[in-house]
């Protein structure tokens, strides 16, 4: 559980895979050591249909992976194929310079995702992270989840205690906005929890927004986000005023 410290402008939640990163390091890994794309996809579309959850199905595709390859392989194929956002480091250091904590909510694998921060900000990267873990054993792995939720790692139970404690700030206090930025299912339970949600263009989370009228902005990397907190935690415009699909 992140530490609720409300001592800031704002709080920037974030999903890694698809987000920070240019492409999701488990679909990477699904379609080119499991599986495959078409399959994934098939599971994919029965998540967002409600038809299978998304701990099922991530665990599936997880699965058609551990046979082939041991996590320690599994991490240097991504660290030698996975990209960071362009504008994420910008962003980050950004952040820190304003005292706004980025907190990753992530349903992939910590260690996958913590090595490969390391080599996108740097060994003295120190971003808060939520994520599934690992189970290893002489011969495989397998993911293991951070909740017993539906989705895995239901990531609106990281977000819910800093709005609560939020709502019991006496007024005239200065409040701080809550952001957050995704691409997919995994970001659905999140997607309704924060002042503004950020959701990658041309990805699944817009259509689950645009079907749920969950209000949202789109953005095609960090840059844009950069823009927008800016303007927000600058006072220029409101989370509402940046939002689109009210
Ligand atoms: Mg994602």
């Known amino acids: 559980m992140a530490t609720v410290d409300l001592n800031h402008k704002a709080i920037v939640f974030t999903d890694f895979d698809g987000t920070i990163t240019l492409t999701d390091s488990n679909d990477y890994l699904v379609d080119n050591i499991g599986f495959g794309y078409t399959q994934r996809r098939t599971l994919g579309a029965e998540i967002l249909a409600g038809r299978l959850s998304f701990r099922d199905g991530f665990h599936a595709m997880l699965s058609s992976v551990s046979p082939h390859k041991t996590m320690s392989e599994c991490r240097d194929i991504l660290l030698s194929h996975i990209q960071l956002d362009p504008g994420f480091k910008v962003f980050y250091e950004w952040c820190q310079t304003q005292d706004i904590p980025v907190i990753i909510l992530s349903s992939g694998m910590e260690p996958l995702i913590r090595a490969l921060l390391e080599k996108l900000l740097g060994p003295d990267e120190k971003i808060e992270i939520l994520a599934n873990g690992v189970k290893e054993w002489e011969g495989g792995w397998e993911i293991v989840f951070h909740d017993e939720s539906h989705f895995g790692h239901d990531k609106s139970r990281a977000i819910k205690p800093f709005k609560e404690a939020r709502g019991k700030l006496a007024e005239g206090v200065e409040k701080p906005v809550f952001f ?57 415009k409101t989370a509402a005023d940046v939002a689109e699909n009210r």
């Open 180 to 236: 957050y930025c995704g691409d997919g299912v995994s970001d659905l339970s999140a997607a309704r929890e924060t002042d503004l949600l950020f959701a990658k263009a041309g990805h699944d989370l817009i259509k689950y927004c645009q079907a749920e009228n969950v209000p949202y902005k789109v953005f095609d990397d960090f840059s844009d986000i950069m823009r927008d907190v800016k303007s927000v935690v600058e006072g220029v």
